[in-house]
């Protein structure tokens, strides 16, 4: 259970060309998150993957100080996500593909009770109050004002027109794109001259070509980054009138509040790789302790291509409705890029692999999505449902039909007779329909 809920109000402090989302699994070690970019339908979106262990803290303080006994104290995080609605993947709806605006309170307050319910429905607890992140911008700022008076940030008054370019410039070149430094180096007299033209400057991080950056990935062991390779001098504030400092983007953000939280560990997708050699820069540059990382591999379709709408990948509420269990969802994810140890099955719950959970067992290949084993792991679980249980599960759905049981040991012996034969939650209400109501006979039609 994460010490800390971290949720986002939008405008939010991502550099993402898309809307943001979150992909809730369950992970037997620790809470994690995973940043995953992807490509459909031509446009770019982000989805933030949240995964989280359904076991006690001093569970996971205690396997955490087994390997690291110097650690004074271990403090876990669930992902900063502006979500609309909890998501498994990257399906869409309309509705979740509007643009957030949570200047309503009320509509802030109802997001967020969504995110506590389908996490609470996964079997995802949390000890503390959410921390929101846009409540920090003033901190995020001063921070931003720290590195540039220290010589570490500048103000960049490059247009847009001259980004484009001067990345046209190096793709003719057949050069990677990357920012070039231009306004490093301005003299008072020049920024002067942008801001008499009503420039509005961002805010940019200077990254040494030379620099060499390294860290213990405990999934991928050594990595080690080069400044080059970077994209140059990193935006850390959107563009603002020169007077002041614009809003505070993702990876300034999360080292600012990572660092204040006192997060210990930071679990992510294994595209997050550029983003934690950029974040250690900046932890470097503040002067603060530089968390352990571990960098998980990827979620694939069947067919080995990253997960997209066409793969009918649905929200958690999705799940739900389509007769998934939280026992078999947390399961399945537990699985997901994990290999199971040798003499141990793998339907498990939660509680019961927590214990010989390592590490070293997360694949660094990624993981393919497989809905027939999901199916699999739901059967199982409603197999060994007792018919009580069953019974609860299946009722309300019988009332969305107006169908009412004769009595409670009427109900016992349907779920005992159906049950089974279901693989989804759902599937009781085809199978209970002749049960409720009598058949209609098509009348016969004489030519």
């Not at 990382?293 to 997960?307: D, M, Q, R, V, Y």
């Amino acid at each position: 259970m994460p010490d800390k809920v971290v949720i986002v109000t939008p405008p939010d402090i991502y550099e993402s060309k898309g809307p943001c989302y979150a992909f809730v699994s369950v992970d037997p070690e620790v809470v994690s998150h995973f940043i995953k970019t992807f490509e459909h339908d031509n446009d770019e979106f982000t989805v933030y993957i949240v995964d989280h262990k359904n076991c006690s803290n001093q569970v996971i303080r205690d396997y955490v100080h087994d390997i690291y006994p110097k650690v004074d104290k271990i403090i876990v995080d669930y992902a900063r996500c502006p979500l609309r609605q909890v998501n498994l993947t990257a399906m869409y709806t309309d509705k979740e593909l509007q643009v957030f605006n949570y200047q309503n309170i009320e509509e802030q307050e109802e997001y967020i009770k969504n995110i506590y319910d389908w996490l609470q429905w996964l079997g995802i607890n949390w000890d503390e109050s959410p921390t929101i992140q846009s409540e920090r911008v003033n901190e995020h700022k001063q921070i931003i004002k720290t590195l540039i008076d220290k010589g570490l940030a500048y103000k960049c008054y490059a247009s847009e027109a001259e980004l484009d370019e001067m990345r046209e410039t190096q793709k003719r070149n057949g050069l990677a794109p990357k920012y070039d430094n231009r306004h490093r180096d301005l003299t008072p007299e020049q920024e002067s001259e942008f801001i008499k033209l009503g420039r509005e400057p961002v805010i940019r991080f200077k990254i040494s070509d030379e620099k060499s950056i390294s860290w213990n990935d405990l999934i991928r062991g050594k990595m080690t980054w080069s400044g080059k390779d970077l994209g140059g001098d990193m935006v850390i504030a959107r563009r603002a009138h020169a007077d002041s400092i614009g809003d505070p983007l993702y990876n300034l953000v999360v080292v600012a509040d990572d660092s204040a939280m006192k997060i210990s560990h930071v679990i992510r997708g294994e595209d997050h790789l550029a983003n934690t050699a950029k974040q250690i820069l900046l932890y470097e540059a503040l002067d603060l302790k530089i968390p352990i990382f571990a960098h998980t591999p990827l979620i694939l379709n069947s067919e080995g291509k990253k997960l997209s709408k066409r793969d009918g990948v649905t929200s958690i509420s999705e799940f739900k409705k389509m007769g998934y269990t939280p026992e078999a969802m947390a399961n399945y994810m537990t699985l997901l890029g994990w290999s199971v140890p040798e003499g141990i099955n793998e339907r498990f719950k939660i509680s019961e692999i927590s214990e010989i959970f390592s590490f070293k067992k997360v694949n660094k290949a990624s993981a393919k999505f497989d809905w027939d084993k999901l199916n699999w792991l739901n059967s199982q679980v409603i197999h060994e449902m007792s018919a009580e249980a069953l019974l609860e599960n299946l009722d309300p759905l019988f009332k969305e039909n107006d169908w009412y049981l004769p009595s409670q040991e009427w109900g016992i012996h349907l779920v005992n007779l159906i049950g089974p034969s279901m693989v989804l939650i759902n599937d009781g209400v085809d199978q209970a329909k002749p049960f409720f109501e009598e058949p209609k006979l098509l009348s016969l039609i004489h030519i």
